[in-house]
RNA sequence: UGGGGGUUCGCCAAGUGGUAAGGCACCGGGUUUUGGUCCCGGCAUUCAGGGGUUCGAAUCCCUUACCCCCAGCCA
């Protein structure tokens, strides 16, 4: 493992226990059953990818990276009717975007030729047979887990009726749903799996690849270890609801006398306050709940992505959370820790105003001056921006008390604040308008106190961010919170979009901020200081320069005003 | 009630017969021109429960309980 990788395990420590399929792999690399691995990642492109898979991906190409090897990325297409180039283009792009490179791009489909010639071969070995029954019929004969299922009345059939059968179920002549090739194995099986399962079904639907040359299509029983066999997988990982599959998975490759990968099982990771289905990612897509897959709320890659996570923080994330087999509940506070972490150390230091509220300083008699600041006090070679300052200024309505309680370090009347990288001000004078509204604030400056230079001699608890009035820009500003009031809403009573958090955005239209942000560029990530990281959104045009929170800072004062 | 998988701190997670790592969260304290960062300290006499084997058990055996998955021509 080299340094650098070292430092980026949790907690900064330099060791970290083997999960138990990297356990495995040792043993069989120090065995000499493999001299390399060789691992995929399996996605079926019919939905974005989301932070559930992102642990696969960290773990499949993870494995790679650390023992010789390497990893392919194979889209899991056999079924057209859900599936889109679109979402093709989406997962390499969210794959490479993670920072991980596959050997080899590859589709199940590219295997259809040879997956149809395993059928005809299961078939010839009376292994497997053409089934008239509709699915209701299959689903009546398949038993129970408890009971045991029936033959099907076309379990018998010849051989050669079987060739010819499935032949023409390939050239088209039967409708959809009509037949089946089932595998012949055993309808009184203990694990349901095993009893006689569909292996290619009639659809008449045209594939984002394939296009219109097949009627017929593999299911995923018969297509993903046969994929992952014709590619030498050695290490096939997948998630634990197919643990009862692998006795077919098995089966069919020793049926076949195929190349035998092997299939090891995961528990998928759970975040709390969201949800990780594609089918139900979909839905808030389609009902637009949300604005898109890429919505800064929504788990996915390209959300997260818009959103402002960097690549090293959800590797970060993936390698904290760790790799085991009993079901989990990830709290999703680990995925902000790591972006804070990561962002702490490269983001922009920029002031931004949310709720305006003026300050005159009263005997700021001078010009106008420019002022510095420093873009990264975590990087010391991160340099120095300008600031400009002058009479008027605003700072967070928040920021002011006209009572403040004890502790309260911020602005109020005779109180005095540091404004970062400027002066020290005291309040003086609160003016209100008619409704008795604060309208703006009248302080004075003391003018030894200037940033670096300070001779006053005076102390003060709190620091305030601020923007001049004069040369202040405009801001929109986007905050996000967690898309489902729940922890899990899959587990609640009813559908699980009446748990939507209807808080989960909220617009700022009047934030203001330092002129240096007109220059804000896209891959660029900011901290405007106490209040959080931000980076700019792809709504942004010319006239209109909006900022995504990507995740608050902590706030040490709510936690105290709890109390 | 069949089969399979699982149960270690609030949440993740090490541990593989020699006497409970680590991270997040939380709680104290220090530093600080971000109530941020950083630093220091605290946080499971106990491993779902009960028996047993052993000098010694989270680890081995027996037993009970609970959770999850399997009856798509989805993956």
């Given at each position: 493992?080299s340094?650098?990788?070292k430092?980026?395990?949790?907690?900064?420590?330099?060791?970290?226990?083997?999960?138990?399929?990297?356990?495995i792999?040792?043993?069989?690399?120090k065995?000499?059953?493999?001299?390399?691995?060789?691992?995929?990642?399996?996605p079926?492109?019919?939905?974005?990818?989301?932070?559930?898979?992102?642990s696969?991906?960290?773990?499949?190409?993870?494995?790679?990276?650390?023992?010789?090897?390497?990893?392919?990325?194979?889209?899991?297409?056999?079924?057209?009717?859900?599936?889109?180039?679109?979402?093709?283009d989406?997962?390499?792009?969210?794959?490479k975007?993670?920072?991980?490179e596959?050997k080899?791009?590859?589709?199940?489909?590219?295997?259809?030729?040879?997956?149809?010639g395993?059928?005809?071969?299961?078939?010839?070995k009376?292994?497997?047979?053409?089934?008239?029954?509709?699915?209701d019929?299959?689903?009546a004969?398949?038993?129970?887990?408890?009971?045991p299922?029936?033959?099907s009345?076309?379990?018998?059939?010849?051989i050669?009726e079987?060739l010819?059968?499935?032949?023409?179920?390939?050239?088209?002549?039967?409708?959809d749903?009509?037949?089946?090739?089932?595998?012949?194995?055993?309808?009184g099986?203990?694990n349901?799996?095993?009893?006689?399962?569909?292996?290619y079904?009639?659809k008449?639907a045209?594939?984002h690849?394939?296009g219109?040359k097949?009627?017929?299509?593999?299911?995923y029983?018969f297509?993903?270890?046969?994929s992952?066999?014709?590619?030498?997988i050695?290490?096939s990982?997948?998630?634990?609801?197919?643990?009862?599959?692998?006795?077919?998975y098995?089966?069919?490759?020793?049926?076949l006398?195929i190349?035998?990968?092997?299939?090891?099982?995961?528990?998928?990771?759970?975040?709390?306050f969201?949800?990780?289905?594609?089918?139900?990612?979909?839905?808030?897509?389609?009902?637009?709940?949300?604005?898109?897959?890429?919505?800064?709320?929504?788990?996915?890659?390209s959300?997260?992505?818009?959103r402002?996570y960097?690549?090293?923080?959800?590797?970060d994330?993936?390698?904290?959370?760790?790799v085991?087999?009993?079901?989990?509940?990830?709290?999703v506070?680990?995925?902000?820790?790591?972006?804070?972490e990561?962002l702490n150390?490269?983001?922009?230091r920029?002031?931004?105003?949310?709720?305006?509220?003026?300050?005159?300083i009263?005997n700021?008699?001078?010009?106008?001056e420019?002022?510095?600041s420093e873009?990264?006090?975590e990087?010391p070679?991160g340099g120095?921006?300008?600031?400009?300052?002058?009479?008027?200024?605003?700072i967070e309505?928040?920021?002011f008390?006209e009572?403040?309680?004890?502790?309260?370090?911020?602005?109020?009347?005779?109180q005095m604040?540091?404004?970062?990288?400027?002066?020290i001000?005291?309040?003086?004078e609160?003016?209100k308008?008619?409704?008795?509204?604060?309208?703006?604030l009248?302080?004075t400056?003391?003018?030894?106190?200037?940033s670096?230079?300070?001779?006053s001699g005076?102390?003060?608890k709190?620091t305030?961010?601020?923007?001049?009035?004069?040369s202040s820009?405009s801001l929109e500003?986007?905050?996000?919170d967690?898309?489902?009031?729940?922890?899990d809403?899959?587990?609640?009573?009813?559908?699980?979009k009446?748990?939507?958090n209807p808080?989960?955005l909220?617009?700022?239209?009047?934030?203001?901020g330092e002129?240096?942000?007109?220059?804000a560029k896209f891959?660029?990530?900011?901290?405007?200081?106490?209040k959080?990281?931000?980076?700019?959104?792809?709504?942004t045009?010319?006239?209109?320069?909006?900022?995504?929170?990507t995740?608050t800072?902590?706030?040490?004062?709510?936690?105290e005003q709890?109390?």
């Open positions: 493992m340094e650098e990788v430092k980026d395990l949790p907690g900064g420590t330099s060791e970290r226990s083997l999960n138990f399929l990297e356990e792999i040792e043993e069989d690399l065995s000499g059953r493999y001299k390399s691995i060789v691992t995929r990642f399996p079926e492109p019919n939905g974005y990818l989301h932070i559930g898979h992102a696969s991906i960290c773990l499949n190409f993870g494995l790679t990276k650390k023992y010789p090897g390497y990893t392919n990325l194979r889209f899991d297409d056999t079924n057209p009717v859900t599936e889109e180039t679109e979402y093709v989406s997962i390499k792009e969210d794959v975007w993670l920072g991980f596959w080899n791009e590859r589709y199940a489909s590219d295997y259809f030729d040879t997956l149809h395993y059928a005809i071969q299961l078939i010839e009376d292994l497997a047979y053409v089934d008239d029954s509709t699915s019929e299959m689903a004969m398949k038993g129970t887990p408890t009971e299922g029936s033959n009345p076309y379990r018998n059939r010849s050669t079987n010819d059968l499935f032949a023409r179920m390939k050239a088209g002549e039967f409708p749903g009509s037949k089946t090739l089932r595998a012949k194995i055993d309808m099986h203990i349901m799996l095993m009893r006689d399962p569909v292996i079904r009639i008449h045209h594939h690849r394939t219109d097949w009627c017929i299509y593999p299911m029983d297509a993903h270890g046969q992952d066999s014709i590619e030498e050695t290490h990982i997948c998630t634990m609801e197919f643990v009862p599959h692998r006795e077919l098995d089966w069919l490759i020793e049926q006398g190349y035998p990968s092997r299939q090891y099982e995961f528990a998928r990771r759970n975040i709390n969201t949800v990780t289905s594609k089918r139900k990612l979909l839905q808030l897509v389609t009902e637009k709940h949300v604005t898109g897959w890429d919505d800064p709320r929504m788990p996915t890659i959300g997260l992505r818009r402002g960097t690549p090293e923080s959800i590797r994330f993936c390698d904290r959370i760790g085991a087999k009993r079901e989990n509940m990830v709290d506070g680990v995925l902000e820790f790591c972006v804070r990561h150390k490269i983001a922009l920029r002031m931004v105003v949310f709720d305006p509220l003026k300050v005159v009263t700021y008699a001078g010009e106008d420019i002022l510095h873009n990264n006090p990087d070679n120095v921006r300008e600031i400009p300052f002058s009479k008027e200024i605003y309505r928040d920021d008390m009572v403040a309680p004890k502790k309260y370090f911020r602005l109020a009347p005779g604040v540091r404004l970062k990288s400027a002066y001000i005291k309040c003086e609160v003016i308008d008619a409704e008795g509204n604060i309208t703006e009248h302080c400056y003391i003018p030894e106190s200037k670096g230079s300070d001779t005076i102390n003060v709190g305030l961010h601020w923007v001049s009035l004069k820009i500003i986007r905050e996000y967690r898309l489902f009031k729940v922890e809403p899959t587990d609640e009573e009813g559908d699980f009446e748990y939507l808080a989960s909220k617009v700022i239209t009047t934030a203001v002129p240096a942000l007109a220059n891959d660029d990530r900011y901290q405007f200081i106490r959080g990281y931000f980076c700019l959104d792809k709504d045009s010319s006239s209109r320069i909006i900022f995504n929170r995740v800072l902590k706030d040490g004062w709510a936690k709890k109390k």
